[in-house]
């Protein structure tokens, strides 16, 4: 049963979230996705299959319901629970390599990472302008590789070292296949039922709704395999079919809207980057930092949305502290 | 886009008959409808009639739907049948729950009581929960904050496949709980596992008499249906060993320590053959085959079962060449046809075997028999499957359990039978290990070069040959 069953966010935890954070919702929500994009784009250049580095997505949204988003770099954060997840799985990567592709990811122009798939190609690179140095010096390296180590202690600890992670993506073949929706436009390419619902499934890992963490992995299937039997105008049995895999209609309602609304959700993040002036590869504590400044000279008269500058002073010092601790 | 994908539940022409054949019944009915409505508008008032027809355009036929949701035509037809059982109406919906995440707790939500013993991999303590009173045994994992690797992975995997199982002879981790200092990397890590009383290895090592012939079956059956439920999990043990068996004073066997553990697939990945302490290694993770299966554990489990009617360790090789030699001395040389293909092995190309007749006798067929001879026939037939040297001759957990051996007389003990020993690990006293430990992560794997194995049958004419019987056996 294990491999059915996921551990859940407790309501608790996506309200104390929500509702006292210590950043607006709208930052973390931006956080949130420009993060598991970077987690995804990590997997791909350290060829890690997507099992690994989806599940690298699950743990990360769920360490972010235990701790809070700003106490670690975000970069950091994505490749010490990267790193923990290849570590777990039959696929180990060095933290030498974790570190090499995540100075490059975080050194690329950003539009590389976040481009919308209607953009045109990020241009190629000017030979003739000088090219960001995307590698670290020896000492640079060290401080990484003890701040990924620190970091990963400090993710299990939150976790209370459970990693398990059920993903639905093989359950929804296996939904297709009870559907007879498989084998019969036998070439489908990429726009075949199969294929989009994985893809619908791959792209609910980038939800700041943290659909993996509300939902089980039978009911993401579901929601999954409907989403892209309508798209390609597939006909669907006429009784309630979602009831023999265990999924109430509600439920079902729910993730098609929200699997279907991650697209738009996709752009308005791109905008909301491109707005607090990021420029090169991820946002960074300091853009949030000086993104909650900005806001705060706006709402600063009512102080309702401020943050009280006497604790972000003591907050910052004690990371200041940390940090050096961690270096020594 | 429809006509390309076709599916399942499109239209057809079959199906097309069909709705053409339910338009016209319902067309029907209709008019027979309208004409009914017609004679009674022509029976009585107007007012009635136009009651009449407010009455046909509630049946729908033509107007817009009033709801969009449908139902199942076999929820229709269960509510026709039984109009009165309202249960039917929800249908019984499957709940998963995989429970919710949270921070460890701390080690101070524990008092710690003794030291129970002290291994390769960590220490184990005797324990008491402070909220609720109960005894547990803290097991803490060695780290090494040198190690630039992290966390070891032994430990996180140990972790990651005790919170997967769920059986009743595999030992229930119940947390895992971190030492105060939370703000730096971890130095302490604790895994609460539910305590059991006894180690199999004390216990043999204790005990004045061998077990009942009966014992030794509840013993294994309960060893061979933990060791199937890790095998269906794709879980491999591989340092099964009787120091890492415990036993409750209710005659449970549980199967512990999986620091040795790991998940694996099929086909096969490749494994490091360092694994499973010597005594209990099976002769292809000597030979060095890096593809190998449950097998492995199945070899353990049969060298488990001689240790339990001896209550000596079976096979005690001093090292790795020896322990060979010690198999192949039970167990019989290996040709290619009781092991097809064993030459290409790493370790087995160099290997110089005694002929298969040596001193007359031949040196191919198993001892089994004659070390055990109070043993009944369905036990030699038993033991010799677990120790047969081919991996794939050996009989899985479950093809163990249906042996005929558990099911011959004497039965197995029932649990509640079972007879209780004095704790070892309840007192202050320390379990002290004299079987060595398992291999360590990285060790360099023994290469036996060229080995003369043609000697080890010479004093083979001394032994004591078969027969015998026993009058306590049950």
Partial sequence: MAHMANPLATPDQLFQRR???????????????????????????????QSVTAQANVLLARYWLVESMM???????????????????????????ICNVYSYLVTRPTTALFHSPTAPPPPPHDPASPSPPYYRSESAYQAFHTRLLTLEARALHALAFDTHV?????????????????????????NGL???????????????????????????AVAAVYNAARDVGAKMPECEW???FDVEREELGFLVVGMRSVEGWGAVMREDLRGMGVERGMVTR???????????????????????????????????????EADV | MSSKTKSRWADDEADAALEAQLKKEKEEKRRLKVAKARKLEAAKQAREASAAAAQQEGDGTNGPPAKRRRISPAREAAQATAPSNESNDAPKLWRFYGGAFAKSRSVENYDKLNDIEEGAYGWVSRAKEVATGKVVALKKLKIDPRDRGGLPITGLREIQILKDCDHRNVVQLREVVVGDDTSKSFSNIFLVLEFLEHDLKSILEDMPEPFLASEVKTLLKQLASGVAYLHDNWILHRDLKTSNLLLNNRGQLKIADFGMARYVGDPAPKLTQLVVTLWYRAPELLLGAVRYGGAVDMWSVGCIFGELLTREPLLQGRNEVDELAKIF??????????????????????????????????????????????????????????????????????????????????????????????????????????TPNAPVRGQQAADFGAVDFSGIFSGREREERGGGFSLRMV
């Fill in chain 1, 19 to 49: 509702s006292y954070g210590s950043l607006p919702i709208e930052l973390q929500d931006t956080i949130f996705f420009a993060t598991q994009c970077l987690t995804q784009a990590a997997g791909l250049l350290l060829q890690l299959p």
């Fill in chain 1, 194 to 220: 199969g294929a989009r619902a994985v893809a619908y499934l791959n792209t609910a890992l980038l939800s700041p709704q943290m659909l993996y963490l509300t939902s089980q992995p039978n009911a993401l």
């Fill in chain 2, 329 to 434: 001395e039970l167990c019989g040389t290996p040709t290619d046809d009781t092991w097809p293909g064993f030459r290409r092995l790493p370790n087995a190309r160099a290997l110089r075997l005694p002929s298969t007749m040596a001193n007359g006798r031949a040196t191919t067929g198993s001892g089994v028999r004659a070390k055990f001879p109070l043993l009944t026939a369905a036990g030699v037939g038993l033991l010799n499957g677990l120790l047969t040297l081919d991996p794939k001759k050996r009989p899985t957990a479950k093809e163990m359990l249906a042996h005929e051996y558990f099911a011959q007389d004497p039965k197995p003990k029932q649990e509640a039978m079972f007879p209780t020993f004095p704790s070892k690990a309840g007192q202050e006293r320390r379990r002290r290990r004299e």
């Fill in chain 1, 286 to 324: 300091g853009d949030v930092e000086a993104e909650l400044g900005r806001r705060g000279l706006v709402v600063g008269g009512n102080g309702s949305n401020g943050v009280d500058p006497e604790e972000e002073m003591a907050r910052r010092m004690d990371e200041k502290m940390a940090e050096m």
């Fill in chain 1, 242 to 244: 979602w009831e023999v």
């Fill in chain 1, 166 to 190: 059920a993903l639905p993506h093989a359950l929804a073949v296996t939904y297709l296949q009870a559907l007879d929706f498989l084998g019969r436009g036998a070439k489908d390419g990429p």
């Fill in chain 1, 71 to 97: 106490s670690h770099e975000f970069s950091d954060t994505s490749a010490a629970i990267l790193y923990l997840t290849a570590k777990l799985s039959p696929h180990p990567r060095s933290p030498r390599d």
